[in-house]
């Protein structure tokens, strides 16, 4: 039987800090009790009064289990702010934890949600709570019997299941599957079959959640991520080279208006933009597949030295954000090499290496004499 019961609070007063682009919702949603920890609104809004969140029905899923689901009290107790995050993922995956839930629902919602049985649901929820619970970015920490997360302890039937095997076997099929791709999957992966977005809930006493709405999402801008290698020294040459992703594959541009890059220095070992640094040198980086370089000057002595890029696509929405690595440095003094000073009489024999020779040799006439 379908309840239908408020359960998102009125907007907050104050934004987090740190999540300035998101905000607060409230409304009503509906919990079908289906095996899985969801939800469903046509009327999520940002205030009483305000735009809704979505023209379209939202899915709501728990993604962490530790504390209550926020569906069962007929008070307001959830406070969730939209656009959390990797703040919204209890675990210690951070943002490998984001893009492998983006993954995981890209993968499996039609199958194992939407069209599945009990116990495809029930065994997507373990694989929800086990990327919100336990993974940290390695496959060994994806396991169904260890951990906070642990599906093998489950009894399906006690969630309105009637087969146990299928249960079983539907974690096994999705935490094979997580163990194979989850470990290298880019940590800016993001969705473009569906819409989604992290919402964390402010009150500690209630889980988090995804939403998820069955609507393509916009294009995005590709991702770059930059690295840097080289000798931090006065003379010395440091390279600059990246990798370039786009959700969407839209190409990359490597032509005279496209990818640029910037060398910046800076006193301080943190920037977050070249802005922010004094910028060395500066051009297009000719694609992902070529590196730049630049060699240290002298009034680069103890400064940071950072590689920023701002990737650019031929089609879809470009250009991306510009990211700049983390520093080499800071740059030290050219070391000069000093010739060895002659010493007076050796003359030739000092410069042919042979001075200790001579030494030996004077040394044996002396004692045969």
């Not at 163990?179 to 992966?189: D, F, G, Q």
Request: charged share 15%; proline share 7%; with cysteine.
């Amino acid at each position: 039987m379908r309840t239908q019961i408020l359960t998102l609070a009125a907007m907050l007063a104050m934004a987090v800090p740190g999540l300035s682009s998101a905000a607060a919702i409230s409304g009503p949603v509906t919990y079908a009790g289906s095996g899985i920890y969801s939800g469903t609104s046509t009327s999520l809004a940002y205030d009483p009064d305000g735009p809704l969140y979505s023209d379209d029905e939202v899915l709501l899923i728990c993604i962490d289990h530790r504390t209550n689901p926020p569906f069962t009290y007929s008070t307001p107790k959830a406070q969730f702010e939209t656009e959390a995050g990797a703040t919204a993922i209890r675990g210690p995956s951070g943002a490998a934890g984001e893009a492998a839930i983006y993954w995981l629902l890209d993968q499996y919602y039609l199958t194992f949600y939407k069209t599945g049985t009990i116990e495809q649901r029930r065994a997507l929820q373990y694989a929800l709570w086990e990327i919100g619970n336990d993974y940290d970015g390695s496959a060994a920490s994806i396991n169904t019997s260890t951990g906070s997360s642990r599906p093998a302890l489950e009894n399906v039937i006690d969630y309105g299941g009637t087969d146990q095997a299928a249960f079983v076997t539907a974690y096994t099929t999705l935490y094979d599957a997580m163990k194979a791709n989850l470990p290298t999957l880019r940590t800016s992966y993001r969705s473009t079959t569906y819409t989604m977005d992290l919402f964390r809930n402010l009150d500690p006493a209630y889980q988090h959640m995804v939403a998820l709405i069955e609507r393509v999402p916009p294009n995005t801008v590709p991702v770059a991520e930059p690295a840097i290698t080289g000798t931090p020294q006065v003379g010395s040459t440091v390279t600059g080279s990246y990798t370039y992703t786009d959700n969407n594959g839209d190409v990359e541009d490597p032509s005279g208006t496209g990818t640029s890059y910037q060398f910046v220095t800076s006193p301080n070992p943190s920037i977050a933009s070249a802005s922010e640094g004094t910028v060395v040198a500066s051009g297009t980086t000719g694609g992902a597949g070529q590196t730049v370089s630049y060699t240290l000057q002298a009034t680069d002595l103890n400064q940071y030295v950072f590689f920023c890029v701002k990737p650019a696509a031929q089609t879809g929405a470009s250009p991306g954000a510009e990211v700049c690595t983390s520093p080499v440095g800071p740059v030290t003094a050219r070391v000069v090499q000093q010739a060895p000073t002659p010493v007076p009489g050796l003359g030739l024999w000092a410069l042919l290496g042979l001075t200790p020779l001579i030494a030996w040799l004077g040394i044996g006439r002396q004692r045969r004499a």
